[in-house]
């Protein structure tokens, strides 16, 4: 069940990087591809007490290769996006200089190497000529060589389990030397977590400068001066409609709990899986957003087993309840027949023992990708998100379909 849902949520953004034939205009505009191999230096944030009490040294390397592709036609959500860079790859992490150690323990622990393949975006915020400027997302599936073994070893908080979920967030500067290479420097944010699918599930972050290279297989001439480049009209982000929807969506949320590990320090913790419904009013007010508001209900299959925990540690005088009924903000980025969503929301009811009352907060918050199917005309939806608290602390990973019903239409331009 844990592998299934990771399998499950590499698949999304995949199905949405395929060529699209709506609100396409025919150009002689071609397809573009290319392939990269990039480099990166970075710093392993120490996240939480234990990792701060026994990392002590932090360096991680990054190989990535990608291939990428710029589809043609003239979408109109290229020209939204300023005609963004797709891509799909494979990146390896060295994090054998990664010291961990307990004072206490007898020998250190490792988290060894990682392997990731993933698929993304390259948005382009400026571009002039040879340079241009932008940020990319990639998120996929990354396999670890070592994780927590309360055996041998017993530090390495980190990484829980053999298969993770991987998100890069970065900032880059490219510079064309010609018409087949290029070049850009840029800073990478990665993150690695589990959802909560296993314990511990500290996760690794990491944050470090980005060296690529890239070669165009089609080839690409450089813009020459006075060059007006067409996708820098941004009339395709406008809709001639814009829909206020009903979102509906429902699900499974898999989770295992802190709880059990804080008590039993195992890697072989029981995996809870729990429904929950979603409903929120939107408006979609250009191409590639929508807005709106959100209410969550989530049946908890396991208050119980916290109970127990709980009174194990003597810790009394706490309530527990099977029902969690949240309220919320939600906002949409959408490309094609992929989109991003993320949301921030308050619990209005909750009762979870020691932990939800004492660390875990009264707000939570969730992102993931979801593929609209186009013989809906993208009103049916699959898709993941992660449930957070704190920002930082995942609750559980949810794999959800959905489906957007149209109630208004609000003309303009």
């Given at each position: 069940m844990?592998h299934?849902?990771?399998?499950l949520?590499l698949?999304?953004?995949?199905?949405g990087?395929r060529?699209?034939?709506?609100?396409?205009i025919k150009?002689?505009d071609a397809a573009?591809y290319?392939?990269?191999?990039?480099?990166?230096?970075?710093?392993?944030?120490?996240k939480?007490?234990?990792?701060?009490?026994?990392?002590?040294s932090?360096g991680v390397?990054?190989?990535?290769?990608r291939f990428?592709w710029?589809?043609g036609?003239?979408?109109?959500y290229?020209?939204?996006?300023n005609?963004?860079?797709?891509?799909?790859?494979?990146?390896?992490?060295?994090?054998?200089?990664?010291?961990?150690?307990d004072?206490?323990?007898?020998?250190?622990?490792?988290?060894?190497?990682?392997?990731?393949l993933?698929?993304g975006m390259?948005?382009?915020?400026?571009?002039?000529r040879?340079?241009?400027a932008g940020?990319?997302?990639q998120?996929?599936?990354a396999?670890?060589?070592?994780r927590?073994?309360?055996?041998?070893n017993?530090?390495n908080?980190l990484v829980?389990?053999?298969?993770?979920?991987?998100?890069?967030?970065?900032?880059?500067l490219?510079?064309r030397?010609?018409?087949?290479w290029?070049?850009s420097?840029?800073?990478?944010?990665k993150?690695?977590?589990?959802?909560?699918?296993e314990?511990?599930?500290?996760g690794a972050n990491?944050?470090?400068?980005?060296?690529?290279?890239a070669?165009?297989?089609?080839?690409?001439?450089i813009?020459?001066?006075?060059?007006?480049d067409?996708?820098?009209?941004?009339?395709?982000?406008?809709?001639p409609?814009?829909p206020?929807y009903l979102?509906?969506?429902?699900?499974?949320?898999?989770?295992?709990?802190?709880?059990?590990?804080n008590?039993?320090?195992?890697?072989?913790?029981?995996?809870?899986?729990s429904p929950?419904?979603?409903?929120?009013?939107?408006?979609?007010?250009?191409r590639?957003?929508?807005?709106?508001v959100?209410?969550?209900?989530?049946?908890?299959?396991?208050p119980?087993?916290?109970?127990?925990?709980?009174?194990l540690?003597?810790?009394?005088?706490?309530?527990?309840?099977h029902?969690v009924l949240?309220?919320?903000?939600?906002?949409?980025?959408?490309?094609?027949?992929?989109?991003?969503?993320?949301?921030?929301?308050w619990?209005?009811?909750?009762?979870m023992?020691?932990?939800?009352?004492?660390?875990?907060?009264?707000s939570?918050q969730?992102?993931?990708?979801?593929?609209?199917?186009p013989c809906t005309q993208?009103?049916l939806?699959?898709?993941?998100?992660?449930k957070?608290?704190?920002?930082?602390?995942?609750?559980?990973?949810q794999?959800?379909i959905g489906?957007?019903?149209?109630?208004?239409?609000i003309?303009?331009?």
């Amino acid at each position: 069940m844990r592998h299934l849902f990771l399998v499950l949520l590499l698949m999304t953004p995949l199905l949405g990087l395929r060529a699209d034939d709506g609100d396409t205009i025919k150009t002689a505009d071609a397809a573009h591809y290319a392939v990269s191999i990039s480099a990166n230096e970075s710093y392993l944030i120490p996240k939480g007490s234990h990792n701060q009490r026994v990392m002590h040294s932090y360096g991680v390397t990054y190989i990535d290769a990608r291939f990428q592709w710029r589809p043609g036609g003239y979408n109109a959500y290229d020209r939204a996006y300023n005609r963004p860079t797709l891509e799909a790859g494979l990146l390896y992490g060295d994090f054998s200089h990664v010291k961990i150690q307990d004072p206490d323990a007898p020998a250190p622990s490792h988290v060894g190497h990682e392997w990731a393949l993933f698929a993304g975006m390259q948005y382009d915020i400026w571009r002039k000529r040879r340079w241009r400027a932008g940020v990319n997302l990639q998120n996929g599936v990354a396999w670890f060589s070592r994780r927590y073994d309360e055996n041998n070893n017993a530090d390495n908080q980190l990484v829980g389990s053999p298969l993770s979920v991987f998100i890069d967030l970065g900032a880059y500067l490219s510079y064309r030397l010609s018409s087949r290479w290029e070049v850009s420097a840029g800073w990478d944010f990665k993150h690695v977590s589990n959802g909560t699918l296993e314990r511990p599930n500290l996760g690794a972050n990491t944050i470090g400068a980005t060296v690529r290279v890239a070669y165009n297989i089609t080839d690409d001439p450089i813009e020459p001066k006075g060059y007006k480049d067409p996708y820098k009209d941004r009339s395709g982000l406008r809709l001639p409609e814009r829909p206020v929807y009903l979102e509906f969506s429902a699900g499974l949320g898999a989770n295992t709990l802190t709880d059990q590990f804080n008590y039993y320090h195992s890697n072989s913790n029981t995996l809870y899986v729990s429904p929950f419904v979603m409903l929120a009013p939107m408006w979609r007010y250009s191409r590639i957003m929508a807005s709106g508001v959100e209410m969550d209900y989530i049946y908890a299959n396991y208050p119980g087993h916290i109970r127990k925990y709980d009174e194990l540690n003597e810790r009394y005088g706490y309530k527990y309840s099977h029902n969690v009924l949240g309220l919320g903000l939600r906002h949409e980025f959408f490309y094609r027949h992929l989109s991003l969503h993320m949301g921030i929301g308050w619990y209005v009811y909750r009762k979870m023992g020691y932990s939800a009352s004492n660390s875990e907060g009264n707000s939570y918050q969730t992102i993931g990708f979801r593929y609209s199917l186009p013989c809906t005309q993208d009103r049916l939806f699959i898709g993941y998100q992660v449930k957070a608290h704190n920002f930082s602390k995942a609750d559980c990973m949810q794999m959800s379909i959905g489906y957007r019903l149209p109630i208004l239409k609000i003309k303009g331009c």
